[in-house]
């Protein structure tokens, strides 16, 4: 992770009062050795605006595509990204996460930079849908790979057809108090 932590730091201490725009294209390397990531790739633009003043404050706007895993068919799909968000910063003297909420983040009061790669990455893995899936198209006929919605019709039935091949009787057998 420590080839992204230098692309994506913004080091604020010395900059002059005032906006200071950072341009980043967010690409499949971004999300190479993240583990867990449900991104797979990317084609996004991202642009970070610091406003310092008196106090600091962070606007992101994220464009672009995301791909990620059809949670029905398991084949590829995209995500289109158009997010824009405010952070505000406070300095404080012993940094916790439990601080930070979805409006702002917590830096050290002796610090002098911000890494942008974990704002980034998590508001692109929150435009996730909670469970993806290829939308219908305009005829309201799924976007799923048509082979593995026919595999899923055909299991359905098989089930319906033969209770004894039942993979959960014996969860229903279970007494829960």
């Not at 008196?54 to 799909?77: A, F, H, N, S, Y």
């Not at 824009?84 to 050290?108: G, H, M, N, W």
């Amino acid at each position: 992770m420590a080839e992204h932590r230098s692309a994506y730091l913004i080091k604020y201490v010395g900059l002059p009062l005032g906006d200071h725009e950072y341009d980043y294209d967010i690409g499949n390397s971004f999300f190479e050795g993240r583990e867990g990531s449900i991104i797979k790739k990317a084609k996004v633009k991202a642009t970070v605006v610091l406003r310092k003043g008196p106090t600091m404050q962070l606007d992101l706007k994220l464009e672009g595509i995301i791909w990620v895993e059809c949670m029905r068919c398991l084949e590829e799909m995209t995500v289109v990204v158009d997010v824009e968000r405010s952070l505000l910063i406070r300095l404080v003297e012993t940094v916790s996460s439990e601080e930070d909420d979805v409006d702002s983040i917590s830096l050290p009061a002796n610090g002098h930079e911000i890494d942008m790669a974990i704002h980034l990455y998590d508001f692109l893995t929150l435009e996730v849908p909670y469970s993806p899936v290829h939308p219908d198209d305009e005829n309201g006929i799924p976007g799923c790979n048509p082979e593995v919605l026919k595999y899923i019709a055909s299991q359905k039935v098989a089930d319906a057809e033969n209770p004894s091949n039942d993979r959960w009787a014996a969860l229903r057998k279970l007494k829960m108090n």
